[in-house]
Every structure is written in C-alpha cells, then in structure tokens.
C-alpha cells in the first residue's frame, strides 16, 4: 500500500487511493484455516453451482465484515437462500399473483391519502434507504445486508403482506386496492435497486419483471438506474414508533404463549 502512494505521488502528485479494503480469511465453520489435508476445503466452483453466486456473496458480506476473518458454513448459505431470497422471491410472486388478475400497471396516479399501514411501510422503507446509504458510503456493506435483509424479513413480508392480504383479494378495483399495489411495488422496485451491488445476478430480473408492466423506467437494468435516495416528506416517524411498540409488544406475547406451551 505504502509504494502506490509512493509511486502515485512521484508520478501523479497525488494519493493513489482514497479508501482501501483488506479480506480476511476465509475459515472452515470451526474456525480453523481450509487445506485439502485436513480435509475441511470447499470447493468454490461447486458451492456457486449449488447454491449461485448471489446467495454465497449474501452470506458472506451479512455474515461479517470483510476485513475479519469467517466462518464458513455450507448451511449457512443454504438459510440465506431460503429465509432472505425465498422470502423476497414469495413477497415478489405474491404481488405479480394478484396484480396481474387485477391488470395492475401502475397507470394511475399516486394515491396521496394512504391507509396508516402503507404509511408505515413507506416510512420504514425510506427510513431503510437513508440508512443504507449512509452504510455504502462508510463501506459498511455487512450493515448493508443486515439492514436489507430485516426489513424484508421482519417489516416486509411478516407485518406488511401478511396484514394487507385481504386487501389483495378484495374483488373491486378499489382506491384502497391499488394504494397497497402501489405501495408493495415501491418496496419491491427499491430493495431491488439498494440490495443489487451485493446480489446483482437476483435483483435484475427482479427490477425487470417489475418494470416490464409498469414501463416506470427506461432503463433495462437496475445497475444502470440511480441508487434510491430517502424522501423525508414520506418518513412519519409517530407511525413508526407506535408500530414499532405493537411489534415489541407482538413477539413478547409470541415469547410467553410458546413458553406455556
């Protein structure tokens, strides 16, 4: 590191870099150093194969920093595979199920007066943006995944989908109906743009099977489009502080009831 500063100054009177990242080692889930003769080497080429490159980067970037050393842990992918992009994926088909009976293609203007809930989610959703942002800039790209993946996870699918089904299925073509089209696309379309420099190769076809009906972008990639930027306008920080309460307050009696039982 010491002689590209040396050279570039020389050379150029300049730093030859700004920001630099070293890796760690990559250990075996014991936390011993991988050798073929202790038989605990993975074979890269056969783990991407199995489980692709997405899901092996995303376990590895959430699982710790790059500078540290990791872990490494066949199963550990196989949960991200199931618990983050399972999910998203089930989050995704969902929507495209009843938006696609329903002839959804985001023509209509915006809805402005939105159910509590949406306001909710939009506000977590920016929340997720400003923080995100912040992390990218730091070069904190495990908080990156963290962030992404309990939003997705715990605000997303377990509270927002599960709380709005009803809306989906309702039969008329409401304002209320397409409000939570509306606003579960904006979620969809923005993880896809923030989560795409870690698992690029699963949030194209995710931003394109979006845009593909909407038209919203002319863009054909979402590495091509501009990373998301928060809306203050849309975070009402009230809604998510009493949402956040109910949530406590949820898991506590979750946590109770499965200890009587």
């Known amino acids: 590191f010491y002689t590209l500063h040396a050279i570039a100054t020389a050379v150029f009177d300049s730093v030859a870099y700004k920001n630099v990242m070293s890796n760690g080692l990559v250990l075996d889930k014991n936390g011993q150093k991988m050798a073929k003769r202790l038989g605990n080497a993975v074979d890269p080429f056969t783990t991407l194969e199995k489980y692709g490159p997405d899901a092996t980067r995303w376990y590895m970037i959430s699982n710790a920093n790059p500078w540290e050393n990791l872990k490494f842990d066949l199963e550990g992918i196989d949960e991200v595979r199931r618990k983050f992009f399972g999910t998203l994926y089930n989050t995704y088909s969902f929507f495209a199920l009843y938006a696609n009976?329903?002839?959804?293609?985001?023509?209509?203007?915006?809805?402005?007066?939105?159910?509590?809930?949406?306001?909710?989610?939009?506000?977590e959703l920016n929340l997720l943006v400003k923080e995100v942002t912040a992390f990218y800039q730091d070069y904190e790209p495990t908080k990156v995944a963290r962030a992404i993946n309990n939003f997705v996870n715990d605000n997303l699918s377990n509270w927002y989908v599960r709380l709005c089904r009803r809306r989906f299925w309702k039969g008329d073509y409401s304002e209320d109906k397409i409000s939570a089209y509306q606003t579960l696309y904006t979620c969809l379309e923005t993880i896809s743009k923030i989560a795409a420099p870690i698992a690029p190769f699963f949030m194209d076809p995710l931003y394109q099977d979006l845009n593909k009906?909407?038209?919203?972008?002319?863009?054909?990639?979402?590495?091509?489009?501009?990373?998301?930027?928060?809306?203050?306008?849309?975070?009402?920080?009230?809604?998510?502080?009493?949402?956040?309460?109910?949530?406590?307050?949820?898991?506590?009696?979750?946590?109770r009831r499965k200890e009587e039982n």
């Open 101 to 123: 009976v329903d002839g959804f293609t985001y023509a209509e203007k915006n809805v402005e007066n939105r159910p509590e809930i949406d306001r909710w989610i939009l506000s």
């Open 213 to 255: 009906v909407t038209v919203k972008n002319t863009l054909g990639s979402v590495q091509l489009t501009d990373s998301p930027r928060s809306t203050e306008d849309l975070i009402v920080q009230e809604i998510v502080d009493k949402a956040q309460l109910a949530q406590q307050i949820t898991t506590m009696v979750f946590s």
